[in-house]
């Protein structure tokens, strides 16, 4: 194993993901149960509305950016797996994207090679991508933000985080973690940030903000009193400038039906079926009366709570706040769908190297607690929806188990993780106030 490099595994993972589109084609075709996933064929309808000429909005369920179906618009001319391949593309561009990150952060070939699998051979990812769903492209643009503030591309960076933004809402928490980290405590005029090598996340001499003079608390203090600086401003204006071009101009086209279904839409959303979240039960119990926009919003509390806490204590470990907070975020979320949990699948093996867990015992032990949670609830989802059955009570107890899950996961992985920030503190701060760039 330690001598396959990371091209050869990245071209087989490539060709067995063309098998599995071709495969998918021919199931469709001959067997009952479809390979293509439901979503795919509501992107293509939309895909051929536009076409037409029609908004994609006609399309029933169809609750994304036009920018997603003017992508699938060759599904017409050229071949209906086109979007397809598309997201297979994507899916392996997170694979190299996750390899480069890794290199950058000084992780050894071995390391990186190892954590870089466990995106490109993931079941759930190489299926998520074939199957036809669109999340590797936001995962993919994620990397790719991450990368450019990396290599101090802000400007870059910002460009992408306004438009992932735009396409699907959920990134909106990374903002507040960008923003800390753009702080002059690590950026120098005329300079780039020095990364924090891997060989030295044991160090003793690693900075730690609450270990160093400059607690905590006094970098959020910082955060207030030093937030106007170059960097800050740049990022937050050309972000927000992209994000209001791109809504505005599919506003301009489509009106308040493309505002509500593809933005206003996931912020009151509620779903009563097949939902994996511990507030599905109460809005089925309650489904057929109209719930306030201030019930609709109140389930946001619990996930703003975590997502602060999280951001406090690790922001400038920002690989691992990122992880953090989309598992926080999907298992607090008032709607889990399956394909939710590939916004976190590709921040995993970003933190990998810098986890003290081995797989024996305890990474297995976390691993089968959340996959047989999971099973446990498909379990009883199959007899509500495939057997007729009235189990709609313990469905709920299965989410609150996994709720559970996913919280023990998150306490294991915070308390096996070697905290190392992503950048060193810049020199000339080292004992003064922060200056301004």
Same mark, same amino acid.
């Given at each position: 194993?330690?001598?396959?490099?990371?091209?050869?595994?990245?071209?087989?993972?490539?060709?067995?993901?063309?098998?599995?589109?071709?495969?998918?084609?021919?199931?469709?075709?001959?067997? $009952?149960?479809?390979?293509?996933?439901?979503?795919?064929?509501?992107?293509?309808?939309?895909?051929?509305?536009? +076409?037409?000429?029609?908004?994609?909005?006609?399309?029933?369920?169809?609750?994304?950016?036009?920018?997603?179906?003017?992508?699938?618009?060759?599904?017409?001319?050229?071949?209906?797996?086109?979007?397809?391949?598309?997201?297979?593309?994507?899916?392996?561009?997170?694979?190299?994207?996750?390899?480069?990150?890794?290199?950058?952060?000084?992780?050894? /070939?071995?390391?990186?090679?190892?954590?870089?699998?466990?995106?490109?051979?993931?079941?759930?990812?190489?299926?998520?991508? +074939?199957?036809?769903?669109? $999340?590797?492209?936001?995962?993919?643009?994620?990397?790719?933000?991450?990368?450019?503030?990396?290599?101090?591309?802000?400007?870059?960076?910002?460009?992408? %985080?306004?438009?992932?933004?735009?396409?699907?809402?959920?990134?909106?928490?990374?903002?507040?973690?960008?923003?800390?980290?753009?702080?002059?405590?690590?950026?120098?005029?005329?300079?780039?940030?020095?990364?924090?090598?891997?060989?030295?996340?044991?160090?003793?001499?690693?900075?730690?903000?609450?270990?160093?003079?400059? +607690?905590?608390?006094?970098?959020?203090?910082?955060?207030?009193?030093?937030?106007?600086?170059?960097?800050?401003?740049?990022?937050?204006?050309?972000?927000?400038?992209?994000?209001?071009?791109?809504?505005?101009?599919?506003?301009?086209?489509?009106?308040? /039906?493309?505002?509500? $279904?593809?933005?206003?839409?996931?912020?009151?959303?509620?779903?009563?079926?097949?939902?994996?979240?511990?507030?599905?039960?109460?809005?089925?119990?309650? %489904?057929?009366? $109209?719930?306030?926009?201030?019930?609709?919003?109140?389930?946001?509390?619990?996930?703003?709570?975590?997502?602060?806490?999280?951001?406090?204590?690790?922001?400038?470990?920002?690989?691992?706040?990122?992880?953090?907070?989309?598992?926080?975020?999907?298992?607090?979320?008032?709607?889990?769908?399956?394909?939710?949990?590939?916004?976190?699948?590709?921040?995993?093996?970003?933190?990998?190297?810098?986890?003290?867990? /081995?797989?024996?015992?305890?990474?297995?032990?976390?691993?089968?607690?959340?996959?047989?949670?999971?099973?446990?609830?498909?379990?009883?989802?199959?007899?509500?929806?495939?057997?007729?059955?009235?189990?709609?009570?313990?469905?709920?107890?299965?989410?609150?188990?996994?709720?559970?899950?996913?919280?023990?996961?998150?306490?294991?992985?915070?308390?096996?993780?070697? %905290?190392?920030?992503?950048?060193?503190?810049?020199?000339?701060?080292?004992?003064?106030?922060?200056?301004? /760039?």
């Amino acid at each position: 194993m330690a001598d396959i490099s990371f091209r050869s595994l990245f071209i087989f993972s490539a060709i067995f993901r063309v098998f599995l589109i071709v495969y998918g084609e021919w199931q469709d075709a001959h067997m $009952e149960v479809r390979y293509t996933d439901i979503d795919y064929f509501v992107f293509s309808d939309a895909a051929a509305l536009m +076409t037409s000429g029609k908004s994609p909005y006609e399309r029933s369920t169809y609750r994304y950016s036009p920018l997603l179906a003017f992508l699938l618009m060759p599904n017409l001319f050229i071949h209906r797996s086109w979007g397809k391949f598309i997201f297979s593309a994507s899916d392996l561009l997170v694979g190299s994207l996750v390899h480069r990150i890794l290199k950058l952060r000084g992780v050894p /070939e071995k390391l990186r090679t190892y954590s870089t699998m466990v995106w490109l051979f993931n079941p759930f990812t190489i299926t998520i991508g +074939t199957r036809g769903n669109c $999340e590797p492209i936001v995962c993919s643009m994620i990397l790719w933000i991450l990368l450019c503030l990396m290599k101090d591309h802000f400007v870059q960076a910002a460009f992408w %985080y306004g438009l992932v933004v735009h396409l699907r809402i959920y990134p909106i928490i990374y903002a507040l973690p960008i923003i800390l980290l753009l702080d002059p405590l690590h950026f120098q005029p005329g300079k780039k940030p020095a990364l924090v090598d891997w060989s030295c996340r044991t160090s003793k001499k690693l900075w730690d903000p609450i270990n160093d003079k400059i +607690t905590r608390s006094q970098y959020i203090w910082n955060f207030f009193v030093k937030l106007f600086t170059r960097r800050r401003l740049v990022f937050a204006t050309v972000a927000g400038s992209t994000f209001l071009v791109f809504t505005g101009l599919c506003f301009f086209l489509y009106g308040w /039906e493309f505002l509500h $279904e593809a933005l206003l839409y996931h912020l009151t959303r509620t779903d009563p079926r097949h939902n994996f979240s511990i507030y599905f039960y109460h809005i089925y119990l309650h %489904y057929e009366r $109209e719930f306030s926009i201030l019930e609709k919003l109140v389930s946001f509390l619990p996930q703003f709570t975590v997502q602060l806490v999280l951001i406090y204590r690790f922001a400038l470990d920002l690989p691992f706040c990122l992880f953090l907070q989309t598992l926080a975020f999907v298992a607090f979320n008032k709607v889990i769908t399956a394909q939710y949990f590939v916004w976190f699948f590709c921040l995993l093996p970003l933190i990998l190297p810098w986890s003290k867990m /081995e797989l024996k015992w305890k990474g297995l032990g976390c691993i089968s607690l959340w996959i047989g949670a999971q099973t446990h609830w498909l379990m009883w989802g199959y007899l509500l929806e495939f057997r007729g059955k009235n189990v709609f009570f313990q469905l709920w107890m299965a989410s609150l188990f996994f709720l559970a899950a996913n919280t023990f996961v998150i306490i294991n992985v915070i308390r096996s993780h070697l %905290y190392c920030p992503l950048f060193e503190k810049s020199q000339s701060n080292s004992g003064d106030d922060l200056k301004d /760039e």
